[in-house]
């Protein structure tokens, strides 16, 4: 393996549910498990076709997860083929990973949570730390094989819109009420100067800035960046909780550009720290920076 500090065990970091989250050492220690499926989701889906964690299937966030007409995801019976496609069953592990530090590995996670798949088992869906990067850096095997199986039994249910997915009139009704909205985006975006991320194309909305209210805490800073993993609980809560003042028992709203990147603050808070009410805002800037007469800050 290559040198890289090594994290405590998921377990060692004081979560509220460390079971949602896998090692890589793990991973590979459980390659030939039938109950396990490994998903792939990268911000570039032909990352995979480079090479992938064996067994891993391809989950591309546009093709499988959006609906092909209008900006909203899949239904029910789509996700229910999909998943039974990888060869899904009632019991089978999932374990996501993808590129950029999992943003679209917990942006499924988020979405696959919409239909209950989360709370089916308490480890029925858990995220890899660290993901495909960490995976490459320590030299674990690459295959560039896509796996067959069976196809699988697994039932969900429909999709549930509104525990955990905020539309624009909850996030303006929060707006009004002063409840806490987390931008996760970077601070140039937060302050208007950019549409998009650095050395990414300056687009996606007409206007730049920020919903009123929101606070900015930038989602890299839940990674450690010496282990690639999240960091642990204590300094966690130092960033979400001591800083910035958000209360686990808070109704919270996350949100960035287009959602992929609030889906892993989403994650951080419901599940490393236990927050009762976090709910993330799929439509984001690119929703709010192109509505009529919402509000803005710069």
Request: aromatic share 10%; glycine share 8%; hydrophobic share 40%.
């Amino acid at each position: 393996m290559r040198g890289r500090m090594t994290a405590l065990p998921p377990g060692a970091r004081g979560y509220a549910r460390p079971d949602v989250l896998v090692t890589t050492a793990w991973v590979q220690d459980h390659l030939q498990d039938p109950g396990l499926r490994i998903l792939e989701c990268d911000e570039d889906p032909l990352l995979y076709d480079a090479g992938h964690i064996p067994g891993a299937c391809r989950v591309d966030w546009h093709e499988h997860l959006n609906d092909p007409i209008q900006r909203d995801y899949l239904d029910r019976e789509r996700l229910q083929q999909l998943l039974r496609g990888f060869g899904v069953g009632q019991d089978t592990v999932v374990v996501l990973y993808g590129d950029q530090h999992n943003w679209w590995a917990a942006f499924a996670f988020w979405i696959f949570s919409l239909f209950g798949l989360s709370r089916l088992r308490l480890t029925q869906l858990k995220l890899l730390d660290g993901g495909r990067r960490l995976w490459e850096e320590e030299g674990r095997p690459l295959s560039v094989e896509s796996p067959r199986f069976a196809v699988g039994d697994i039932v969900i249910g429909e999709r549930n819109d509104r525990l955990i997915r905020a539309f624009r009139q909850d996030v303006l009704e929060h707006v009004f009420r002063r409840s806490p909205l987390v931008d996760v985006r970077s601070p140039a975006e937060f302050d208007g100067r950019r549409l998009h991320m650095p050395e990414y194309p300056n687009e996606g909305a007409v206007r730049g800035g920020r919903i009123p209210g929101a606070r900015n805490i930038p989602w890299e800073r839940s990674v450690d960046r010496a282990t690639l993993t999240f960091k642990p609980a204590a300094e966690l809560r130092a960033i979400y909780q001591e800083e910035h003042g958000l209360h686990p028992d808070a109704d919270v709203v996350t949100y960035c550009r287009i959602g992929e990147r609030s889906a892993l603050t989403w994650f951080v808070l419901t599940y490393l720290l236990g927050f009762n009410r976090v709910r993330n805002y799929d439509g984001s800037w690119t929703e709010w920076g192109n509505s009529v007469r919402l509000p803005i800050e710069r």
